[in-house]
């Protein structure tokens, strides 16, 4: 069974399991009640939602968690302590069981007194968060999770599954059939076969065979604790970097807004190794870290997210408008930011399909770098994706294989990544060649090349090939209600001045800057015509989006 990361340093640990002094304990005390308890008791248990936030005055308390070999020992909280870790901010269900060690006296205090606090005391929220925080890191650390993934490094919808539960930083244990010997028992235990993996355990009794993720989420309640309002505010469509932003943005400033994710927070930004241009983080930011800390930032300020669900149609003949959902739901919005981001091309290569997480991949993060080990690799694109994915890969890969259509790098690349490809020995560039052949039974194991000037080939044993040759709009759920490019990036603002024939502009004002043609819809990020492809981008128009909302609204 394995763990990602190695656990916490002591000093880093003294920061997640901090003891409150006299005087902070004092500013709690008002929104919460004192609680006398005995040996025991149990506080709360996992799968538990709304669980109070506990500070001990005396006596103490273990967090544990179930597994199917027993309890394991979390933390023991002492006098001065307070439970709770990211599920207090995200509102999702708790993932251990609170027992009562010596009896004492505890504040507990609910989840909205506890809300309120945060946003009242900017000393304690501090103290909160980054306890909260270290504490998730630990889990996963230490792989203590209420999810136990059965899977092979040969399967495409394992990698999925993985990445799904690694990018919700939802701490879980994977267990890798093709190298784990110990394994059997478990699938014996729960009557599992080979040729049902995938398999995920949850809550160490649901069985699900190679489940979507869909039904993941749904096993494990990650939207369960989410109640849309009648009307919303705002609902805010993907949560790549311009959604979450965003989010921050809207919530912060008091207006109810609802986040709706395809997939899992964080977009492109999310399958990016190294993030090195993006200001305030001198050593670089992995896409996932950025993304787990900006949505716990967002739903910090009470936005509500709702995961793996996809808006699969926009209604938009009448306000509120109307967004059908992936299974079923519709939720109806004041006004809309339209964040959907763009997907990566696939090239036409025959047998792409068939090698899709088995040796194609379109991101290049920690768990594909482990799939390939110390093999070499093949890199598509001259971008700026391209040429992170190259340099990341040449820290663990051997040799790493770029090969760009054109005869050159692309313009846009970032000039320190050119750098250090053209100085990285473990790189080869080259130009002006196309892959055109992928071959293999189960996994990939050769791909061809070709020289588009000499029209030569030649064939390689390569197992990895990461594909990374640019993006389209995800604009195709809102078939006729907004004005597109020719392209299909959504047109905002001045841009829309040529179309007015084409589109019926309601108001006697023009469209706002990053508004659509349809108004109180707005589009930020890579999903709009005129982008530029770069995180911080995103996040600003997210940011400016919500004072452009607010204008909106007012004129409802
Ligand atoms: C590998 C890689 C490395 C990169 N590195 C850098 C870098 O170092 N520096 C930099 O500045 N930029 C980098 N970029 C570019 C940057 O990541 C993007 O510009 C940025 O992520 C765009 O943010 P976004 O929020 O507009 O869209 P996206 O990041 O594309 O997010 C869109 C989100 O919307 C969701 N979505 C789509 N359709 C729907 C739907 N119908 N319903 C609900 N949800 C939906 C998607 O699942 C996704 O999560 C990189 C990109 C890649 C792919």
Not at 172 to 190: C, G, K, P
Not at 219 to 231: D, F, M, P, T
Request: with cysteine; charged share 20%.
């Amino acid at each position: 069974m394995s763990a990602q990361l190695t656990p916490l340093p002591p000093d880093i640990r003294g920061e997640a399991f901090p003891i409150l002094t006299a005087e902070q304990i004092c500013r709690i005390r008002p929104l919460s009640k004192v609680r006398s308890v005995k040996v025991g008791e149990i506080l709360f248990e996992p799968g538990d939602s709304d669980v109070p936030f506990f500070v001990l005055l005396s006596g103490s308390l273990e967090i544990v968690q179930p597994s199917l070999q027993g309890e394991r020992l979390i933390v023991t909280h002492e006098a001065g302590s307070f439970t709770g870790e990211i599920t207090m901010i995200s509102g999702r269900r708790s993932l251990a069981r609170g027992r009562v060690t010596s009896a004492g006296e505890f504040l507990e205090m609910s989840t909205v007194a506890f809300r309120t606090l945060v946003a009242r005391d900017a000393e304690l929220s501090e103290i909160f968060m980054r306890a909260f925080i270290l504490r998730r890191v630990e889990l996963i650390n230490r792989g203590f999770g209420n999810v136990i993934l059965l899977g092979s490094r040969h399967s495409a919808q394992t990698l999925r599954l993985r990445e799904f539960l690694t990018r919700n930083a939802h701490p879980h244990t994977y267990v890798d059939l093709d190298t784990d010997t110990a394994s059997q028992d478990l699938l014996d235990h729960f009557h599992v076969t080979l040729e049902e993996i995938p398999v995920v355990i949850c809550n160490n009794r649901t069985v699900l065979r190679s489940p979507s993720i869909q039904e993941l989420a749904k096993c494990l309640g990650l939207n369960a604790h989410i109640v849309a309002s009648e009307v919303e505010d705002l609902v805010i469509v993907g949560a790549g970097p311009s959604g979450l932003a965003a989010a921050v943005y809207a919530a912060s400033e008091g207006l109810d807004v609802l986040v709706i994710e395809a997939e899992s927070p964080g977009g492109q930004a999310g399958s990016s190794s190294k993030i090195e241009n993006y200001l305030g983080f001198p050593m670089g930011v992995s896409g996932q870290e950025l993304a787990s800390r900006a949505a716990a930032q967002a739903q910090k300020f009470g936005a509500k997210m709702l995961i793996a669900s996809g808006v699969t149609k926009l209604n938009c003949e009448r306000r509120p408008f109307e967004l059908n959902l992936e299974g079923g739901q519709t939720i109806r919005a004041r006004s809309v930011v339209i964040a959907t981001g763009a997907q990566y091309n696939k090239p036409k290569i025959e047998n792409l399909k068939k090698f899709e997480g088995q040796g194609v991949y379109y991101g290049a993060t920690y768990i594909e770098a482990q799939l390939c080990g110390k093999e070499n690799v093949i890199v598509v694109g001259g971008g700026n994706s391209a040429g992170q994915a190259a340099v990341y890969l040449s820290q663990t890969a051997g040799k790493v294989h770029m090969l760009v259509r054109s005869n050159q790098l692309s313009d846009t690349m970032s000039r320190y990544l050119i750098q250090r490809i053209e100085e990285n020995p473990a790189i080869e560039l080259h130009f002006q060649t196309e892959v055109v052949g992928l071959d293999g039974d189960a996994q990939l194991e050769r791909v061809t090349w070709r020289n588009k000037d000499s029209g030569e080939t030649s064939t390689h044993d390569i197992r990895h090939v990461f594909i990374m040759a640019g993006a389209s709009p995800r604009t195709d759920w809102l078939q006729e209600c907004v004005a597109l490019d020719s392209k299909g990036f959504i047109l905002t603002g001045r841009d829309l001045d040529s179309l007015t024939e084409q589109y019926h502009w309601p108001l006697p004002r023009a469209p706002q800057m990053l508004e659509t043609s349809l108004p109180g819809v707005f589009a930020v990020g890579d999903v709009r015509a005129g982008n530029v492809k770069r995180v911080a981008a995103a996040v600003g128009e997210g940011s400016i989006a919500i004072y452009l909302v607010h204008r909106a609204l007012a004129e409802l």
